[in-house]
Protein backbone atom coordinates (compact mmCIF):
# COMPACT_ATOMS: atom_id res chain seq x y z
CA UNK A 1 0.00 0.00 0.00
CA UNK A 2 2.81 2.56 0.92
CA UNK A 3 4.70 1.75 -2.67
CA UNK A 4 1.14 2.22 -4.58
CA UNK A 5 0.39 5.62 -2.23
CA UNK A 6 3.80 6.56 -3.42
CA UNK A 7 3.74 5.98 -6.84
CA UNK A 8 0.26 7.66 -7.22
CA UNK A 9 1.37 11.27 -5.19
CA UNK A 10 4.69 11.32 -7.70
CA UNK A 11 2.74 10.44 -10.75
CA UNK A 12 0.08 13.25 -9.63
CA UNK A 13 2.72 15.50 -8.97
CA UNK A 14 4.21 15.06 -12.49
CA UNK A 15 0.87 15.99 -13.98
CA UNK A 16 0.52 19.27 -11.71
CA UNK A 17 3.83 20.65 -13.47
CA UNK A 18 3.62 19.34 -16.66
CA UNK A 19 0.07 20.70 -17.00
CA UNK A 20 0.62 24.37 -14.49
CA UNK A 21 -0.57 27.22 -17.06
CA UNK A 22 -1.52 24.59 -19.65
CA UNK A 23 -5.31 23.81 -18.50
CA UNK A 24 -8.28 25.53 -16.28
CA UNK A 25 -8.18 26.56 -12.95
CA UNK A 26 -10.89 24.15 -12.34
CA UNK A 27 -8.66 21.39 -13.96
CA UNK A 28 -6.10 22.83 -11.77
CA UNK A 29 -7.58 22.85 -8.37
CA UNK A 30 -8.67 19.01 -9.01
CA UNK A 31 -5.52 18.03 -9.88
CA UNK A 32 -4.52 20.05 -6.37
CA UNK A 33 -6.81 18.25 -4.35
CA UNK A 34 -5.91 14.44 -5.77
CA UNK A 35 -2.01 15.56 -4.57
CA UNK A 36 -3.28 16.68 -1.18
CA UNK A 37 -5.74 13.55 -0.88
CA UNK A 38 -3.10 10.97 -2.09
CA UNK A 39 -1.04 12.92 0.80
CA UNK A 40 -3.46 12.65 3.51
CA UNK A 41 -4.02 8.93 2.79
CA UNK A 42 -0.76 8.73 3.04
CA UNK A 43 -0.47 10.17 6.59
CA UNK A 44 -3.54 8.24 7.80
CA UNK A 45 -1.49 4.83 6.60
CA UNK A 46 0.91 5.91 8.43
CA UNK A 47 -1.41 7.17 11.54
CA UNK A 48 -2.99 3.51 11.56
CA UNK A 49 -0.12 1.65 11.59
CA UNK A 50 1.60 3.37 14.53
CA UNK A 51 -1.82 2.93 16.37
CA UNK A 52 -2.08 -1.01 15.57
CA UNK A 53 1.76 -1.12 17.00
CA UNK A 54 0.79 0.81 20.26
CA UNK A 55 -2.45 -1.83 20.73
CA UNK A 56 -0.14 -4.63 20.40
CA UNK A 57 2.93 -4.05 22.90
CA UNK A 58 3.15 -6.28 25.19
CA UNK A 59 4.22 -4.04 27.88
CA UNK A 60 2.18 -3.34 30.98
CA UNK A 61 0.60 0.65 31.14
CA UNK A 62 2.84 3.01 33.19
CA UNK A 63 1.83 5.93 35.19
CA UNK A 64 3.07 9.14 34.21
CA UNK A 65 3.18 12.17 36.05
CA UNK A 66 1.12 14.51 33.55
CA UNK A 67 1.72 17.70 36.24
CA UNK A 68 4.11 19.38 33.31
CA UNK A 69 1.29 19.16 30.94
CA UNK A 70 -0.98 20.76 33.27
CA UNK A 71 0.67 23.29 34.15
CA UNK A 72 1.34 24.95 30.91
CA UNK A 73 -1.06 28.08 29.82
CA UNK A 74 -1.03 26.80 25.85
CA UNK A 75 -3.09 23.66 26.72
CA UNK A 76 -5.95 26.05 27.78
Do not use: W
Request: net charge positive; glycine share 4%.
Amino acid sequence: MKELLRLITIYLQLLQRKCQGKIDDKAGKYIHFAVEGAFHTQNLRNYLLEFSRVTTRSREPEAKHCEFLLNHEYLI
